[in-house]
């Protein structure tokens, strides 16, 4: 009986194991898309921490709420969460641990005293516009707004028009994207890949690649190339402005992503399996004794038989489920067209083959190339 039941406890055991090692590259994936998308604020690091603690990944939870308290030193809920409590004005740890900065320190001043000023008088005016012009009905109204948004160039205003704009119609939030292609600095470019990777529209998402490959500083290269690290939809869509952008450092990168390894959960089942046990006694007989006659011989045909009595026990398991994980290399075809519009090339889904060619032209392109991808993205990719 004991025996019978040892291939259905394995058979769950495999089971529980195939789930654990699925979700675990699943979690993986929604955490990277997550921090990729999120702004730098006390309050979206807070949001991370939570989620991050909520799904098991400790570590990372306790990096966003430190994060969170650099960035706002009073914050109640980072404090609580990284084990301080307030004793006479002042917050101090309720257990020595050294591994946070003094209960005191304050983010770093930003190098310019009048940035801040700037972002929130930019921050009403752009909230006027909003109002009186892009909300209005009146004929002409929405291309004067638009006129007064587009002459916006200070670097002070990335995060009100992402923030005002990009909280309205599938409209504004393209005019989101076109005005932050027009200013620079690194955090309009970075507010860009947010609006390429997480906007749901896909207007909106091609707004904001054409709006990266217009611009003539900083592009959002780094966070596309994280995010090919993503789940299969920022992939795609990294991948897909990466093209647009026709940007050659991104190749590397671009190549170790034509296959991915992608957990797929196979179920299988497996025949049942079963025992059985019998308790009392047995009486053989030998009956109906039949002679049998043939040309020169005589023999006997008996029926020969065994009456059981007792009790009989039968155990069976009627339908045994196996699940097991396994790796399949899944192709990206929106990669590859990347990579066909950036090299001009088209070596179809053979990584080697795009590696050789890249080599044999990186000369001509400059050394920068290789480094920015492998460093990122890195240059191993999946086997041809």
């Given at each position: 009986m004991i025996r019978s039941l040892l291939p259905v406890a394995l058979a769950l055991s495999l089971a529980s194991a195939a789930r654990a090692i699925d979700y675990s590259a699943q979690l993986a994936r929604e955490y990277t898309d997550r921090l990729l998308t999120m702004?730098?604020?006390?309050?979206?690091?807070?949001?991370?921490?939570?989620?991050c603690d909520g799904v098991g990944l400790a570590e990372r939870a306790k990096t966003h709420w430190q994060e969170a308290l650099l960035r706002d030193a009073d914050n109640k809920e980072a404090r609580k969460a990284l084990g301080y409590v307030r004793r006479n004005m002042k917050w101090v740890r309720a257990q020595d641990a050294p591994s946070l900065p003094a209960p005191g320190a304050t983010p770093a001043a930003p190098k310019d005293p009048a940035f801040e000023q700037r972002r929130l008088a930019l921050s009403r005016e752009i909230q006027d516009i909003s109002i009186t012009y892009l909300g209005s009905m009146?004929?002409?109204?929405?291309?004067?707004?638009?006129?007064?948004?587009?002459?916006?160039?200070?670097?002070?205003?990335?995060?009100?028009?992402?923030?005002?704009?990009?909280?309205?119609?599938?409209?504004?939030?393209?005019?989101?994207?076109?005005?932050?292609?027009?200013?620079?600095?690194?955090?309009?470019?970075?507010?860009?890949?947010?609006f390429v990777l997480a906007d749901e529209a896909?207007?909106?998402?091609?707004?904001?690649?054409?709006?990266?490959?217009?611009?003539?500083?900083?592009?959002?290269?780094?966070?596309?190339?994280?995010?090919?690290?993503?789940?299969?939809?920022?992939?795609?869509?990294?991948?897909?402005?990466?093209?647009?952008?026709?940007?050659w450092r991104a190749a590397p990168a671009l190549i170790s992503k034509l296959k991915t390894a992608e957990p797929r959960l196979r179920t299988y089942e497996a025949p049942g399996a079963g025992t059985q046990m019998f308790f009392g006694t047995i009486l053989p007989y030998v009956a109906d004794v039949e002679p049998v006659v043939a040309a020169g011989a005589v023999g006997w045909k008996p029926t020969i038989g065994a009456i059981?009595?007792?009790?009989?026990?039968?155990?069976?398991?009627?339908?045994?489920?196996?699940?097991?994980?396994?790796?399949e290399f899944v192709r990206q075809p929106v990669v590859r067209e990347a990579l066909k519009k950036i090299t001009g090339q088209d070596f179809e889904f053979n990584s080697q083959?795009?590696?050789?060619?890249?080599?044999?032209?990186?000369?001509?392109?400059?050394?920068?190339?290789?480094?920015?991808?492998?460093?990122?993205?890195?240059?191993?990719?999946?086997?041809?």
């Amino acid at each position: 009986m004991i025996r019978s039941l040892l291939p259905v406890a394995l058979a769950l055991s495999l089971a529980s194991a195939a789930r654990a090692i699925d979700y675990s590259a699943q979690l993986a994936r929604e955490y990277t898309d997550r921090l990729l998308t999120m702004d730098s604020t006390p309050a979206a690091h807070v949001k991370l921490a939570t989620w991050c603690d909520g799904v098991g990944l400790a570590e990372r939870a306790k990096t966003h709420w430190q994060e969170a308290l650099l960035r706002d030193a009073d914050n109640k809920e980072a404090r609580k969460a990284l084990g301080y409590v307030r004793r006479n004005m002042k917050w101090v740890r309720a257990q020595d641990a050294p591994s946070l900065p003094a209960p005191g320190a304050t983010p770093a001043a930003p190098k310019d005293p009048a940035f801040e000023q700037r972002r929130l008088a930019l921050s009403r005016e752009i909230q006027d516009i909003s109002i009186t012009y892009l909300g209005s009905m009146g004929p002409g109204a929405w291309k004067e707004g638009v006129e007064k948004i587009l002459t916006i160039r200070d670097p002070a205003a990335a995060e009100p028009i992402a923030r005002i704009l990009g909280s309205g119609s599938v409209r504004m939030r393209k005019l989101a994207c076109e005005t932050l292609g027009q200013i620079p600095g690194e955090d309009a470019a970075r507010r860009l890949v947010k609006f390429v990777l997480a906007d749901e529209a896909v207007d909106v998402y091609k707004a904001a690649v054409v709006a990266l490959e217009v611009r003539v500083g900083e592009r959002g290269l780094r966070q596309l190339l994280n995010a090919l690290n993503g789940s299969e939809k920022v992939l795609k869509r990294s991948a897909y402005a990466l093209g647009e952008m026709h940007e050659w450092r991104a190749a590397p990168a671009l190549i170790s992503k034509l296959k991915t390894a992608e957990p797929r959960l196979r179920t299988y089942e497996a025949p049942g399996a079963g025992t059985q046990m019998f308790f009392g006694t047995i009486l053989p007989y030998v009956a109906d004794v039949e002679p049998v006659v043939a040309a020169g011989a005589v023999g006997w045909k008996p029926t020969i038989g065994a009456i059981p009595s007792g009790v009989m026990i039968s155990a069976y398991n009627s339908r045994v489920i196996i699940h097991r994980t396994v790796i399949e290399f899944v192709r990206q075809p929106v990669v590859r067209e990347a990579l066909k519009k950036i090299t001009g090339q088209d070596f179809e889904f053979n990584s080697q083959a795009w590696r050789n060619w890249l080599r044999h032209h990186e000369s001509d392109r400059g050394a920068a190339v290789a480094p920015l991808g492998s460093a990122v993205g890195g240059s191993s990719g999946a086997a041809n």
